[in-house]
């Protein structure tokens, strides 16, 4: 069998068996995850095959002999006569169907003992009718040099006759390329996810159907997009939404008999377009009341619910015992205000998550928690489908929600004594007065209609000049150790330095802002520059340029000399450049209006 690619493994890895069948599950189990062409594998099979039972399986002309010649080559032991053969079957899931009613699947064969694995591919009609794709047959395996140095192999039977469709049969040169670099990676790194795989609870099959009909219905909506976010990335993120609500309620449907579609309440913070969809698709959307409770309802949503996050399982325990909910947790926050971190062992997603299930199944909720495939870093959501108690506990069951509420309320808050224990605030036996905030919504503190900027930028702009004065001309009074002393440059003073030129009122105004003075100084990056918490002026000469800089976009020929020059109004020697030379305006003859839209200041969360 000749050996085709090799990838040697980093020279401090020095025993990555274990990392090795860990990389291979990943391949076997989640190829859609580096093959971006599929949308996952389906394993249909899984066991323990005897050599006759392979042989039968293999018994296509001269397959098994092929295999074998592969599988036990010279320079290593062959199979143990008597011992099994670890089997599988994968059925691969593409993202767009392009083999009709075809299935194309591969067989995998495991030998633990000389660590390597053998891939089969075949493909089955209709009818159920195999041809295997013996050209295509190829073995990954781990071994070590004369040198004791680990390296994965790529074998294969022939190097001739290699046919790649890109989907399921990829060619060699991505197997060699992707492939083993890859799972030398992921042995190397054998990291252990915090959450679970990618839709764990769904069908994958129905779920790339269903994701790419709805995409392609309304890829329209891409180009039309009316807000100022990216279309891309927010158009078919709620497509995916939907897709997986869509799927999840179509098996609940098949599982439980239902006759007729899902109602649901979207109480995210979205911007309508997952309601739209779903509505289209045929599902009952459900307009909120003023009770904070419904009965009628069969499925709560918070798709980025933001401060109703942690109500949402308690919304749905209260409104009826059928009640169920979905929540996509983004951020953090908890029944009266923002999370506070408990826990230094886990990142801070990681324990909010916790959170929310430890609230759930304090609703009495059998949580369930998947990973969704969308284009966030806040992928994982939680779902509630049954309840850990019978109908008759709802009271005891109640006691127990409210006294969870209770505790996480902050000490200095208002103590509740007038929330109802006896189990009747719930299923609809509701007192609308008792329960439209009176009661067990008292204290929560929604954000303001409108959100208010707090990065210094809708400060008074003569409170910023007289903050970016007062600490500029501290800086010049300094020694400045600048290349051009023709020009002087200033000292450096650290954050807490400059602070310290300031009134106390002024200190206390900008306290009330994220990042402070740091954030203000950056803001005015035409006078400063910051690094490692030490303030400069910035030399517009010096040509190299920071950290902070290079993620800063370049000044557009639409935002020249729309700002007066700083230096030319206030540096002692005035600007270093000549007017034609720099970006500012030097006088008023030089300012001109600025083609660039304007930015919105205040965040509206109101229509």
């Not at 006759?52 to 295999?67: K, Q, T």
């Not at 036990?72 to 083999?99: A, D, E």
């Not at 030998?111 to 195999?130: H, L, S, Y």
């Not at 930028?457 to 010049?476: E, G, H, S, Y």
Request: overall charge neutral.
């Amino acid at each position: 069998m000749p050996k085709l690619f090799q990838h040697k493994f980093p020279d401090n890895c020095s025993s990555p068996q274990r990392g090795f069948w860990s990389a291979i599950d990943v391949w076997l189990k989640k190829p859609h995850v580096i093959n971006k062409r599929l949308c996952g594998v389906k394993e249909t099979e899984s066991r323990d095959l005897s050599a006759g039972e392979l042989r039968l399986f293999l018994a296509d002309d001269g397959l098994h002999e092929a295999v074998m010649s592969l599988c036990c080559s010279p320079s290593s032991p062959t199979h143990l006569q008597n011992s099994p053969w670890s089997f599988s079957v994968r059925t691969f899931i593409p993202k767009t169907n392009c083999y009709g009613q075809n299935l194309h699947k591969e067989a995998v064969l495991k030998d633990f003992e000389r660590e390597q694995v053998t891939f089969i591919p075949f493909e089955e009609d209709v009818e159920g009718k195999v041809s295997f794709k013996k050209s295509n047959i190829y073995l990954i395996q781990l071994c070590t040099e004369a040198t004791e140095e680990w390296a994965l192999q790529l074998h294969v039977l022939t190097e001739d006759g290699w046919v790649s469709d890109g989907v399921a049969c990829p060619n060699l040169f991505w197997l060699s390329s992707e492939l083993l670099p890859k799972l030398v990676r992921w042995a190397t790194e054998s990291k252990t996810s915090e959450f679970k795989s990618t839709l764990s609870l769904l069908p994958v099959e129905k779920y790339s159907l269903v994701y790419q009909h709805l995409k392609e219905k309304y890829k329209a909506m891409v180009k039309v997009w009316p807000e100022v976010t990216d279309p891309e990335k927010f158009v078919y993120e709620d497509v995916a939404i939907a897709t997986y609500l869509l799927v999840l309620w179509a098996e609940e449907t098949a599982e439980k008999s239902l006759t007729t579609r899902q109602s649901f309440v979207d109480l995210g913070c979205g911007n309508g377009l997952l309601v739209h969809i779903l509505t289209n698709e045929g599902e009952k959307a459900i307009t909120p009341g003023e009770t904070f409770l419904f009965p009628d309802t069969d499925w709560l949503i918070g798709n980025h619910s933001d401060e109703l996050t942690p109500w949402i399982p308690v919304m749905a325990a209260r409104s009826s015992y059928s009640c169920r909910y979905f929540v996509l947790p983004c951020c953090f926050f908890d029944f009266y205000g923002k999370y506070q971190r408990r826990q230094s062992n886990k990142s801070q997603y990681k324990e909010y998550i916790d959170f929310i299930t430890e609230v759930s199944q304090v609703c009495g909720f059998n949580t369930e928690e998947d990973c969704m495939r969308i284009p966030s870093t806040k992928r994982v959501c939680l779902l509630g489908k049954s309840r850990s108690y019978q109908p008759p506990d709802e009271a005891v069951s109640e006691r127990r929600r409210t006294h969870f509420i209770q505790s996480r309320q902050p000490s200095s808050g208002v103590q509740r004594s007038d929330i109802r224990t006896d189990g009747d605030c719930c299923h609809g036996n509701t007192n609308r007065e008792d329960t439209s905030g009176g009661t067990w919504g008292a204290g929560f503190q929604p954000r303001d209609k409108v959100e208010r900027v707090r990065n210094c930028a809708a400060l008074p702009r003569d409170f910023i000049d007289k903050v970016v004065l007062r600490v500029a001309n501290a800086l010049l009074e300094k020694t400045g150790g600048g290349s051009c002393s023709d020009w002087n440059q200033g000292g450096s003073l650290s954050v807490s330095e400059a602070a310290g030129l300031l009134e106390p009122e002024t200190l206390q105004l900008l306290k009330n802002e994220c990042g402070g003075l740091q954030t203000l100084l950056k803001n005015n990056y035409q006078v400063f520059k910051v690094e490692g918490g030490v303030v400069y002026i910035r030399d517009w000469r010096d040509a190299t340029p920071s950290k902070a800089d290079r993620r800063r976009k370049q000044i557009t020929p639409g935002a020249l000399k729309t700002r007066s020059c700083w230096f030319h109004d206030h540096h002692p020697q005035g600007c270093p450049f000549q007017a034609q030379n720099c970006a500012f305006a030097h006088g008023p003859e030089e300012l001109r209006p600025s083609t660039r839209p304007l930015k919105k200041k205040m965040k509206s969360f109101v229509s």
